[in-house]
């Protein structure tokens, strides 16, 4: 140990005791790196890249290629199955009656296309609550439900969004309804992808966004007389398929059988170019093993560094790694997730686990120029940590801020130009700090946890009732998500 006092490229001043490795890297990731550029190349050159799309298939091999000028130790890429296709083609949609004018619309993923041209009346479902649905009665059959939102502000109303999903779908099968209509909850027109459900669950009816103007257009013109609408969702669906995930390595000098794992998710929506969720993190992945080269250090420990695909279907790219790596699960001691951005980090999401702070705060304290103390012991359902948290493993994500991010959110402005590139160094920064050190410090990082006390930590966190709501605890319960210990 030493102290350092310097200010950085960044203009971040440090000023702690800390492994001088770790300073080396955090100073590094502050300065000039191709971080940005290998943006550029991911978001520009390939675009957007839902799992099993040939996009997604391209960034596969780019960033394996990109492991591999890093002079990583090892890079494979493994395959993982996804339950279901779902890849949109082509939506169109109009007003007929009373006025006929264009609408905006964006196909729900894991909805079902729309029998060729659809041409019938509108429906005001109200926000799509079941009574809502209920109280339209028979004229629901048939019909194009319209269904309004408020505007979203933050990363809770997010969450509602979600969590409507599962009750509005049952309601408006059980009406009848031919297709929905779902008002954006942001406005100036923005489109975005909005997954009605998970690729284990079944197809909703046909399903869009539509810009939200247009859709209080036709809720205010609906009060006054029939409104009709012509749909044409077009979606390329199937059955099970495989996808890869690439994972890199640094392999330890003195302990190469223990495991801390950086995980970002590689796929992306299609409509924007996946630049904030989650090019940005994957970029810093891919810079945090370049970073460790770079400076020729090696950690006691082995770091493994996964691209996950298969992310916005439902995890199943991190469901697949935790399965096929069952036996090496006791040997990962950590699992840390970038998942929000390019969003400041603030500390990490303790995932339900009190007993990670004392070390996690530790394993920070030699770069607190970064300041990471906001460590909420919050559980997170919704990125690439879940199967480790149920296989018991130590596992953290990132806790950024994530209003910058909101707006962007699955949308046609995820963009290169949105990206935060000051926020992204000091995150590449503070990725690269910790994961050193949770490979470096001969205490390991937390133990694992048996399966009755991932339960425990499930209802505790009140995670059980969002896997129920996403579909997945039947899944965790039949053993196709995390292995117990
Ligand atoms: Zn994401």
């Keep these: ?20 490795v770790q300073q ?21 050159g390939i675009g957007g890249r839902p799992t099993g799309s040939a996009a997604c298939s391209r960034a596969v091999e780019w960033a394996a290629a990109k492991f ?4 990583a130790d090892r890079v494979e890429t493994e395959t993982f199955t996804v339950p279901k296709l779902w890849l949109p083609e082509a939506a169109e949609a109009e007003c007929t009656s009373p006025e006929r004018f264009a609408l905006r619309v964006a196909a729900a993923p894991h909805s079902e296309s729309t029998a060729g041209t659809m041409e019938a009346r509108v429906v005001d479902a109200g926000e799509g609550a079941p009574e809502a649905f209920a109280g339209l009665g028979s004229s629901a059959r048939g019909a194009i439900a319209l269904v309004m ?55 909703s009816p046909p399903a869009a966004i539509v810009s939200r103007e247009q859709a209080g257009r036709l809720a205010r013109l609906a009060e006054h007389g029939e409104v009709r609408v012509r749909l044409r969702l077009a979606n390329l669906t199937g059955g099970a398929y495989e996808s890869r995930n690439v994972v890199a390595e640094i392999t330890g ?53 996964v691209l996950f695909t298969g992310e916005e279907q439902g995890m199943f790219g991190s469901a697949g790694y935790v399965l096929r790596h069952a036996a090496e699960m006791d040997k990962h001691n950590a699992a840390v997730i970038f998942d929000i951005g390019t969003g400041r980090t603030t500390g990490f999401f ?81 990725a690269s700090a910790l994961v ?15 399966r009755d006390e991932v339960l425990k930590l499930l209802m505790d966190t009140k995670l059980d009732a969002q896997m129920k709501a996403f579909g997945q605890w039947e899944d965790f319960q039949a053993g196709k998500r995390g292995v117990g210990k």
Excluded at 254 to 262: F, G, N, Q, S, T
Excluded at 263 to 270: C, I, M, Q, V
Aim: net charge negative; proline share 5%; aromatic share 4%.
């Design 436 to 450: 050193w050190w949770l490979a470096e410090d001969p205490e390991r990082f937390g133990r694992r946890q048996s």
């Design 149 to 203: 939102s408020k505007e979203m502000k933050s990363l809770d109303d997010l969450f509602a969004e979600y969590l409507k999903s599962g009750p509005m779908l049952e309601a408006a099968r059980k009406a009848g309804v031919a297709a929905l209509l779902l008002q954006s909850t942001r406005p100036h027109g923005l489109l975005y992808r909005h997954p009605l459900a998970n690729a284990n669950l079944p197809y």
């Design 253 to 305: 000098r003195e302990r190469p059988d223990e495991i801390v794992l950086l995980g970002a998710h590689l796929d992306s929506w299609d409509l924007g170019t996946g630049a904030e969720d989650n090019g940005a993190n994957s970029v810093l992945v891919i810079d945090t093993l370049r970073g460790m080269k770079a400076l020729g250090v090696k950690p006691r420990r082995t770091v493994r560094f």
């Design 1 to 20: 140990m030493r102290i350092v006092c310097a200010v950085l490229a960044g203009g971040l001043a440090l000023c702690a005791a800390g492994d001088d």
């Design 68 to 71: 591999r000028v890093a002079g």
């Design 24 to 44: 080396r890297l955090v100073g590094r990731s502050l300065g000039e790196t191709p971080m940005l550029a290998d943006l550029h190349e991911l978001c520009d």
């Design 350 to 430: 303790l995932n339900g686990r009190e007993d990670l702070r004392r070390p996690l705060e530790k394993s920070l304290a030699g770069v607190n120029g970064l300041v990471a103390n906001e460590n909420p012991i919050d559980g997170i359902d919704g990125t690439d940590n879940l199967d480790f948290l149920l296989s018991g493993v130590p596992n953290l994500v990132a806790n950024q801020d994530a209003l910058p991010y909101l707006p962007q959110y699955h949308a046609e402005s995820d963009t290169v130009d949105r990206v935060n590139a000051r926020e992204l160094r000091a995150n590449a920064a503070m």
